[in-house]
Structures are given as structure tokens and as C-alpha cells.
């Protein structure tokens, strides 16, 4: 037990501090387990792959189509085309469309994405030139050069954020080691537009409009990654230490976890929404949410048309993008459809039972991808990415998608991590540290669940504010698990909340990627980060913690402690 917790202490140490990168700290475990006799060297490296790995990535197959082919932005102009330019529902529609974008691409990639997009609809806001929303009779020319006018972002050890002096060249936003997905975020297109309060030009509105939209896309994004299994690393890293710690559990799959975070999601999205409409818009929503064309200004009809030229841009939808479309849908109703739980899946049609999982329909539809040609038979080239006639791919047989476009969207320092953390249970499992661990904890048996389960949020959404998300939660998932089993609490009843509680960490810009690359475009100070994010991450704990309460109960039979765990608890004891 001392060895194993020596080697928990020091990879937790270096994950907190990463003073090396996250998945280079993952390999603690590889060598000092071995060299401290707690797991053989093969028993140590079966951990670092497994079935969550392959699921990762045919999503990952997936998400390199969608971006690809720009399907992504063509979902999300068309969603904030039907918003419209109103304040209110500006943000509301830039908010439906990241959550809904994060629930299969990774918060930084769907945050990355949509930044440029409403950076695009604030610059035409400021430059039709209407000082406030309300007042038509005013006119403000903002010029190029008072658009570009000097405003930096302060850095941060977790943000690099450079440019060049003369505003001549594109902005970098690059987050180097904390991230949900650990791939180099490189913005290459937009430009800062000044939000700044010092900018003469800049109304108190504009000021306040830039900092709502803005947070909103990072907060939504967080948001989306809730409501699938495979939305971000966390859920992943949940999933596959639950179902290796208690195999005999068959209750998390995408449907169940789908149907009880999504309402999580809504409630989190609306009252997002209402808490940054109140900080930065104030509380007139009828003038800020008014879908009346008569109430429309200058300003706002032409962001609606900015939108949608954007929108014009991209061409006619095609037949790449229909392909993406259709596996998209099929992959989803195939994870729906395996083991709904209230009626026998497709699983059910093979005489072999439990050889199938999510990972299954993954792999194959990400397989498929590399095997269907971009061009529709007996036609022309398709339009490229970037929607450049000149530039055609002069293979007809061209797949979807290519290798190189898989490898750039692949986390593999995640794919690491998540086997580190793994390892680090396999070694608590087999040396008895969690049993260990259980038994000083048991002082808390006279708490109720509830209440365990609260200290568990408010303790887990504290320490991720400073450590990344995923090592946090690898870290508190044996300890949370040792702990139910010694309470008689089903652990479920602690862990989902832990795992969505580990990711609100939105209240710094070192706490996710998301919140780092909207921190760079330079419309939001630390301080409005702080004070909007304390109201997100309170608002997250209070609808998680109704969520485990109310339709999470019958869902998970909380009430009971399940013979899964009793049959886990006697294992570790004997």
C-alpha cells in the first residue's frame, strides 16, 4: 500500500504542477510500479489501451469529416441565422449551437471554431456604428486602424498568446499542455477586434455585448461536453474506470448517461443564459430578446446580413457534407439503439452477448470514412474545404477523410493520461490502497449520501479550478469509489456528480482551454471571468446535485447499494 500510494502522490504531484506534460506524467506509473514489485511491467501496460481508446477514435474519424468538409460552421451560422442579431438572442443562438457542436467535437476544437464566427458578427456590431442598441440616431465609424489598436491580452503560464506589431498579421491563440484534448489550438484567421473600455470609440454596450458573447461560447462549450459520453475526456476517463472497477455493472452506456445529463445541459444552458444576460445586459430582456422585425436597429439588420453572407459563402451543401451528415445521425442512433435498457437493442440480434460496445459502431463508421470516395459517382470533383474552385483534389478516388487529417485531430497525450490514470487504479486495486483508503474514511459514515455527495462537487469543482481536468478527476475517482463502498452508498451516486462537477472549472483562464482561448482574444479581464464564473460553476453544482436527487434515483437505483459493488467491496476485502 505505501509503495503504491508513493507512486499515486508523485504522478498526482506532477499532474497539479506540470512541471512536464500531462502524458509524459502519465508514464510514471509504467516504470515504478515494476520497479517497486506492485505490477508486473505487462500487467502495466495492458491499462494504457483499452476499449475507451478505440471509441475515441472513430470520433475522432467523425470530427476530422466535420471539419473537414465545414459542416460545423454551416450548422452553426444557420443556427444564429435563425436567432437573429438581437443582444439576447445573439447569444442564445451562439450558445444553442456550441453546446450542440461540443457534444461530439472536443470543448477547445468547438470553442476554437465558433470564436472566429462571433468575433466576425462583434466586429460588424461595432462597425455599423451604432453606439447603443436602443438609439438609432447615432453613428460611429469605427476604422480599421482603431479596430486593430494595440489591446494585449496578459499571458498566463497556461495561454501564448503573440502577434505582430503591425496588426498586419493574424492573431496566434495557442494552449499549450492544459487541455481537454491536448492538440495545439492555432486560430489562424481572426483579428482582434478592441472591446477594451479605453477605446474612445467603444460604447459602455459594445463593451458590455463583446464580454457576454464571448464567455457564453466558452461556458456553452463547456456545457455540451456534458450531455455525451464521448463529449470530453472526462466522461471517457468516468466510464472506463467504472466499468473496469465493477465489470459486473451494465448501467453506463451512451443512452443511459445521455438521458440523464441532458436535462442537466438545458437547465445549465437557460440559467447560463439569464445569469451573463444579467451581468453584462442587464435585465430588459424584452428589448435585448425581442424577435420583432419592427424593433430591429441599423446595427442589427446588418449583422443578420453579415451572417448571412457567411452563410451564402459556403455554396450549396455538398455531397461530402451529406456524408458526414448521414454518419453522424447513424452513429448516433446505433449508440442510442444498443442497449436502451427499457427494450432489447440491436445487440440482442446476436446469439454472443456483451462483444459489442460503443466502441464497435465507432470504429466501423470512423473505418468507413477512409473507404468512401469525397466524389459522388458518375460526377464532377467536390468543392474543397476552403471553397476554392481552383484548387481540386486530382485523385477521384480521394477518400473522405485521410490519414494526415485523422493524426491532426488525434489526442494521443490524452489517450496516455487516460491510461495513466488506469494504471494508477489497477495498482490501488491490487496492492489494497483503496481498501486502505475506505477504512479511513469511515469517520463519514454518519453523513447522509447527499450530503457526501455535495462535499464531493464542492471539493472536486475547488481543486480544478488550478489542476486540468482530467488528472483531478483520475485522482479522485479510486478515492470517491473507496469511499462509497465503505459508506454502503452506490457509487454511482458519487461519481457522476464528481465527473460533472470536474468540469467547471470556468472561473480562470488557466482552468480549461476553452476558457484560455476566449481570454486571448482580449474582450474579458480575469475579473469578469471570476465573477461570471463563480455564478456558472454554483449554478452547475446546485443542477447537478438536483439531477442525482430526482430522475438520477430511479435511473440508477440510487436508493439501493447494488450487489455490483457488494460483490467489488467483498473482492478488495478478501
Known sequence: EACCAYVLIVTAVY??????????????????????????????????????????????????????????????????????????????????????????LSNTSTTAMVMPIAEAVLQQLISTGVADTQEDSETVEATEDDCLSGMAAPSLPAVNISGRESGTEPTRASVSQRQVRPETITEESHTIQSCSPHH?????????????????????????????????????????????????????????????????????????????HF??????????????????????????????????KLGPISYPEVVTGVFFILMTLLWFTREPGFVPGWT???????????????????????????????????RTPAGDSAERDPDPMAPMIT??????????????????????????????????IGRQLEPMSGLPPWMVTLLACLLVSAVTEFASNPATLTVFLPILSALSETLQINPLHTLIPATMCVSFGVM????????????????????DMVKAG???????????????????????????????????NVTGSL
Not at 457564453?216 to 450531455?227: N, P, Q, V
Not at 495513466?420 to 483503496?434: E, Q
Not at 453544482?541 to 430522475?551: C, G, H
Open 15 to 104: 499532474w497539479v504542477s506540470e512541471a512536464v506534460p500531462l502524458g509524459a506524467a502519465a508514464l510514471v506509473p509504467a516504470f515504478l510500479y515494476p520497479l517497486f514489485g506492485v505490477l508486473k511491467s505487462s500487467e502495466v501496460a495492458a491499462e494504457y489501451c483499452k476499449d475507451t481508446t478505440l471509441l475515441l477514435m472513430g470520433v475522432i474519424c467523425l470530427a476530422a469529416s466535420i471539419e473537414k468538409w465545414n459542416l460545423h460552421k454551416r450548422i452553426a451560422l444557420r443556427m444564429v441565422m435563425i436567432a437573429g442579431a438581437k443582444p439576447g438572442m445573439l447569444v442564445l443562438g451562439f450558445m444553442c449551437c456550441t453546446v450542440f457542436l461540443s457534444m461530439w
Open 348 to 382: 440482442s440480434l446476436f446469439e454472443k452477448k456483451g462483444y459489442r460496445t460503443d466502441a464497435t459502431v465507432s470504429v466501423l463508421l470512423g473505418f468507413l470514412l477512409f473507404l468512401i470516395p469525397a466524389r459522388r459517382p458518375f460526377s464532377r470533383a467536390p
Open 508 to 527: 480562470l483562464p488557466v482552468g480549461n482551454p476553452p476558457n484560455a482561448i476566449v481570454f486571448s482574444y482580449g474582450h474579458v479581464q480575469i475579473s
Open 534 to 568: 463563480f455564478g456558472v460553476n454554483l449554478i452547475g453544482v446546485l443542477v447537478v446535485m438536483l439531477a442525482i436527487m430526482t430522475w438520477g434515483v430511479p435511473l440508477f437505483n440510487l436508493t439501493e447499494f447494488p450487489d455490483w459493488a457488494i460483490a467489488r
Open 200 to 276: 474612445e470609440n467603444n460604447s459602455s454596450r459594445d463593451h458590455m455585448i463583446c464580454k457576454c458573447l464571448s464567455l457564453s461560447i466558452t461556458y456553452a462549450a463547456t456545457i455540451g461536453g456534458l450531455i455525451t459520453i464521448t463529449g470530453t475526456s472526462t466522461n471517457l476517463i468516468f466510464a472506463e474506470q467504472f466499468n473496469n472497477r465493477y465489470p459486473d455493472a451494465k448501467v453506463i452506456n451512451f443512452g443511459t448517461w445521455f438521458i440523464f445529463s441532458f436535462p442537466i445541459a438545458i437547465i445549465m444552458l437557460l440559467l447560463t443564459w439569464v445569469w451573463l
Open 279 to 312: 451581468l453584462f445586459l442587464g435585465c430588459n430582456f424584452r428589448e435585448t430578446c425581442s424577435l420583432s422585425k419592427k424593433r430591429k436597429t441599423r446595427r442589427e439588420m446588418l449583422s443578420e446580413r453579415k451572417i448571412h453572407d457567411e452563410y451564402i
Open 403 to 436: 490519414w494526415k487529417d485523422f493524426q491532426n485531430l488525434m489526442p494521443w497525450e490524452i489517450v496516455i493520461l487516460v491510461g495513466g490514470g488506469y494504471a494508477l487504479a489497477a495498482g490501488c486495486k491490487v496492492s489494497g490502497l483503496s481498501v486502505w
